[in-house]
């Protein structure tokens, strides 16, 4: 005996339903993850501000990798040599593209920065401000239930004043 059509049209309504919601959680689930990975970059950079200007890598330890860190900490002990640090302030962050596959994820963005290296005793000046603007690659890997920086890349660089020329133009 076959099941009534009013019981496969509801069984079919069902299964569409059903379709929808997991769809609806899997989107819902990518835009979290999305979120979450802007959010490490972003916390990244205020992170990276600290490290250099305070020689301070404590911020780092939440949002980057162990490798990263150890590049970053590099990076600073040169400038520590020659007693100078990095002040800067990040002007612009703009969030071009996020992908995300797996426990591994790529962020493109766009940024404007200000820069001045100041002497780490003193705090006198020794190099004035300079204006970047910037295009980043950021891969990201997600481990013990958060998103790490593991590596930066500078895709391009230009003077800011060179950039509102261009634009000009």
Not at 107 to 129: A, N
Request: aromatic letters at 8%; a negative charge; charged letters at 30%.
């Amino acid at each position: 005996m076959m099941p009534s059509l009013p019981y496969i049209k509801n069984a079919r309504i069902c299964v569409l339903l059903l379709m929808f919601v997991l769809v609806f959680m899997s989107c819902t689930r990518a835009s979290d993850n999305r979120a979450a990975v802007r959010l490490a970059v972003s916390k990244y950079s205020v992170a990276i501000i600290s490290a250099y200007k305070d020689i301070d890598l404590g911020l780092l330890n939440e949002v980057a990798t162990k490798e990263h860190k150890d590049k970053v900490s590099a990076v600073i002990n040169a400038y520590m040599q020659a007693n100078e640090v990095m002040e800067a302030e990040l002007l612009h962050l703009d969030f071009v593209g996020v992908e995300i596959k797996g426990e591994e994820a790529e962020v493109r963005t766009t940024e404007d920065w200000s820069y001045r290296w100041v002497d780490y005793d003193t705090r006198e000046i020794r190099e004035p401000e300079k204006k970047l603007h910037y295009e980043m690659s950021y891969e990201l890997l997600y481990s013990d239930g958060r998103w790490l920086v593991d590596e930066v890349k500078v895709l391009e660089e230009h003077e800011a004043a060179a950039k509102e020329e261009e634009e000009e133009g």
